[in-house]
């Protein structure tokens, strides 16, 4: 994608590492991509590297719409803590404060099932044999042809996986 191209950036946000995606709107043309954050360990420092990241895309893209996926607003058992919710819920926020200031567009926070259903990605909840991060990635896997990076877990219960 060039300069020229009108193309939507989306954004998943983390403390650790942020994901962007662009997608042409006139085309099947897309970039993905990722902004490691977990080595700098205070969120100024995350946040200027977040605003690197948005100035090159906005330098090198023409982007007309800004989505950024939602914050937790619920504790999901086992994984999730006031601390980190409030920790998450803040991050998203000065990054999205990030977002609208590199652009001049105002980012629309959307919920991620909502962001499914809008591109149809349908799958069985009451199957526990995987996690929903992994039925999301092979019905991703099976609509666009992608050459995804993989990375071997060195700790936890999936270790080696």
Same mark, same amino acid.
């Given at each position: 994608?060039?300069?020229?191209?009108?193309?939507?950036?989306? +954004?998943?946000?983390?403390?650790?590492?942020?994901?962007?995606?662009?997608? !042409?709107?006139?085309?099947?043309?897309?970039?993905?991509? &990722?902004? $490691?954050?977990?080595?700098?360990?205070? $969120? &100024?420092? %995350?946040?200027?590297?977040?605003?690197? +990241?948005? =100035?090159?895309?906005?330098?090198?893209?023409?982007?007309?719409?800004?989505?950024?996926? =939602?914050? +937790?607003?619920?504790?999901?058992?086992?994984?999730?803590?006031?601390?980190?919710? !409030?920790?998450?819920?803040?991050?998203?926020?000065?990054?999205?404060?990030?977002?609208?200031?590199?652009?001049?567009?105002? $980012?629309?926070?959307?919920?991620?099932?909502?962001?499914?259903?809008?591109?149809?990605? %349908? &799958?069985?909840?009451?199957? %526990?044999?995987?996690?929903?991060?992994?039925?999301?990635?092979?019905?991703?896997? =099976?609509?666009?042809?992608?050459?995804?990076?993989?990375?071997?877990? %060195?700790?936890?219960?999936?270790?080696?996986?």
């Amino acid at each position: 994608m060039d300069k020229s191209t009108p193309c939507v950036l989306g +954004l998943d946000v983390s403390t650790s590492i942020t994901g962007w995606s662009l997608l !042409a709107l006139e085309s099947e043309d897309f970039s993905l991509g &990722y902004l $490691p954050l977990a080595s700098s360990k205070d $969120p &100024y420092s %995350k946040a200027g590297k977040v605003r690197e +990241l948005l =100035q090159n895309l906005t330098h090198d893209h023409n982007i007309c719409a800004v989505f950024v996926e =939602q914050d +937790l607003r619920r504790f999901t058992r086992g994984l999730s803590s006031a601390q980190t919710i !409030a920790t998450l819920a803040r991050f998203n926020g000065v990054t999205c404060q990030i977002a609208f200031e590199e652009t001049g567009i105002k $980012p629309v926070l959307i919920n991620v099932n909502e962001a499914r259903k809008s591109v149809g990605i %349908k &799958y069985d909840r009451k199957d %526990k044999t995987k996690t929903t991060k992994e039925k999301v990635f092979e019905i991703v896997q =099976q609509k666009i042809n992608y050459d995804w990076s993989t990375k071997i877990l %060195k700790s936890g219960p999936r270790k080696g996986l």
